[in-house]
């Protein structure tokens, strides 16, 4: 079981208080977007053995949404950080950087 | 005005530890940037207490006000009051970007007295119960095995318990099973 920590409301939380959101840091093609970028922003999704970026809701509390780094591998939580942002704090990138050296990741523009 | 009828009528459980339906209580549910100066003194001029924290909950007598999230919080009054309260809140909040509900029919109550609270507690939600998770006075919601709850120690033997008025008998239910004589496991937080 996954216990994650609500960045608004500092709880620990069990992972059937929560909600699963999917892939986290997905730009979004709207109208105007080309096939390939809406298809992509659909449909195509990351599924990797590793660090993995997610979406999680505080849905019995908070309600809040909020980012997850973690290892779909070893199901280690590298931390939580509020959904307010385009991509990963630095402090959040520097503990991956540290328990997984060499790990690399495209950035979202 | 018509006589307030709680959803059980005042039910109440002996067991490992005696769980009570509480009186009709009025609430009113803000949600509001809590961290607007502007709004938070409306808030605790209209409730008479102060802020309170972070997960946090501040009581006096019949009034109070709940830390629900960062931008939402619970103002408890008495029940005959709280359509006036509203008003109050209403005319405090003009201007700012506020919603604000009466929920007070909305809401069941529950008390639970025993040592065994924390136990009881326990087997029913994924919370962790420990008193350093969980200090006295601090609001948790959470869920109740298939409800939404909110539980506040008062003290550590006391537990005010608040979930949705529909699903009030399930919660007494619940908690009467988890609170039967047979069922203790004296596991010692």
């Known amino acids: 079981m996954l216990t994650l920590k609500c960045p608004y409301t500092g709880i620990m939380l069990d992972e059937s208080e929560l909600e699963a959101g999917g892939e986290a840091h997905l730009k979004r093609y709207g109208p105007e977007s080309s096939d390939d970028d809406f298809e ?3 449909f195509m999704r990351k599924n990797p053995k590793g660090v993995h970026f997610e979406r999680w809701r505080h849905a019995y509390g908070s309600g809040k949404w909020f980012h997850v780094a973690r290892c779909t591998q070893t199901l280690e939580v590298f931390g939580t950080y509020p959904a307010q942002t385009l991509k990963p704090p630095q402090e959040i990138l520097d503990i ?3 328990k997984r050296p060499g790990w690399s990741w495209d950035m979202p523009s | 005005m018509s006589e307030p009828v709680t959803a059980l009528g005042g039910a109440t459980f002996e067991g490992a530890v005696t769980i009570t339906e509480r009186p009709a209580q009025g609430m009113i549910t803000i949600r509001a940037d809590l961290s607007s100066a502007k709004i938070v003194k409306a808030l605790t001029d209209v409730a008479g207490v102060a802020m309170p924290a972070m997960r946090g909950a501040v009581t006096s007598a019949d009034t109070g006000l709940l830390w629900m999230s960062p931008d939402e919080a619970m103002l408890l009054c008495p029940y005959a009051e709280s359509t006036e309260t509203v008003a109050a809140l ?3 909040l003009t201007g700012e970007h506020a919603l604000i509900v009466d929920v007070s029919d909305a809401r069941a109550v529950f008390r639970l007295e025993g040592s065994a609270c924390r136990e009881v507690l326990a087997k029913v939600t994924p919370a962790d119960l420990r008193e350093q998770s969980l200090p006295v006075g601090e ?3 959470t869920r109740m095995a298939q409800v939404a709850a909110a ?3 008062l003290d550590n033997t006391t537990v005010e318990l608040i979930c949705f008025r529909s699903v009030a008998s399930y919660m007494f239910k ?5 609170a039967a004589p047979s069922a203790q496991v004296d596991y010692r937080f």
């Open chain 1, 40 to 42: 992509s922003y659909l």
């Open chain 1, 96 to 98: 991956i950087a540290e």
């Open chain 2, 90 to 92: 209403n005319t405090a």
């Open chain 2, 139 to 141: 609001l948790r919601r």
């Open chain 2, 151 to 153: 539980l506040r120690f």
């Open chain 2, 174 to 178: 619940l908690l009467s099973t988890a």
